[in-house]
């Protein structure tokens, strides 16, 4: 016998007692979907799989005969539905008692005498997801737990009491998430609208949006009379070092890669950029960036760009932007994107005067940076879930 006691990191005051550890078949009974591909309908029973996880919310519907046909069980208001194929061990709590039809890709578990939000969280924490994944099949294509190995998985339970109170800890973060990312998604589709409504096309010389005060056809241009672009300089693995004057900076480096390689080489002042250059990562993943990061020697696969007096920074961004989306919107499937200098500058694109680019840089960069706070509130919030899903549960 252990004498280790079963307790978490971090818990409410009041609380003192061990976690009893269960198998999550000893406090909810679990259940297959349907194996049938239904025959879809416009209205009826709603039908979830693994896509709906996050919301439990379908514009698929099935007929109530196929329903009856099919189903012998449906979820309740307070049961856990969880992946079990492909994204395993992702849950959600049903909070409806309108029935509901879902695939053999999630399981249902009808909890007995568990809260049903602290065990979707408690799914959620790192010591469930180890054991489920024990027990999952991650050789099959896709990956798969069996309904039988669910009920086998360990779980460490506090009184009712306590689970309560997690549980509903639980359930206000996420509820404060969704409502964060509902307001970026807002604001993304704004940004989106403006994009389409606020720049002129070849089919329409004026814009669709437009500021009092502001008249008459964009003027037609190529890129390549209104900027230069520059490449940088490529290196041999060698000329990478680990420590020195300068930090190289490569595409990653924008994006998701925080490893830098630096050089002592002294170069042309074409070869830096310093704070407020307008950059164009131009290989694998492309688009425009005004860099903020200090003085750099920037990679080959990153383009500087000199604007003539024609062009406004914070609209050429924009425009650069818009560019993009049209540019992988139209990729017809392919994987990688390829942005060439010479297709970059043989470009044809409406321009307007100077003040409406002003305008329209400024007004486009306000959305970009309230979309960036947006998104800080979620990283925030989505920091703090995880740190809680570590400390709060038994490991």
Sequence with gaps: MSDVKKTPKLRFKGFTDDWEQRKLSDIADVYDGTHQTPNYKNAGIMFLSVENIKTLKSEKYISE????????????????LMTRIGDVGTANVVE??????????????????IDSYFLCSSIESPYLQSNIRKRTLITAIPQKINKDEIGKVDINVPDKREQVSIGTLFKTLNKAITLQQRKLAKLNKLKKALLQKIFA?????????????FGGDWKQRKLGDLLTLINGRAYSQDELLEAGKYKVLR???FYTNDTWFYSNLELDDKYYANNGDLLYTWSATFGPH????????????????ILSEGLQKLFTVQLLNKDKSEILANKNGSTMVHVTKRGMEQKSVLIPSSDEQKFIGSLLTKVDKAITLQQRKIDKLQSLKKSLLQNIFVN
Excluded: M
């Design 65 to 80: 005969q196929d329903f009856k046909n099919n189903f012998k069980i449906s979820p309740e208001k307070g049961d856990v």
């Design 96 to 113: 409806s008692n309108e029935p509901i039809a879902f695939y053999v890709s999630l399981a249902l578990l009808k909890t007995r005498s």
């Design 201 to 213: 096309d070849k089919n329409n010389p004026q814009p669709l949006l437009r500021l009092k005060g």
């Design 251 to 253: 595409v990653g480096n």
């Design 290 to 305: 005004i860099w903020q990061g200090g003085k750099v020697i920037y990679h080959y696969h990153i383009w500087k760009i």
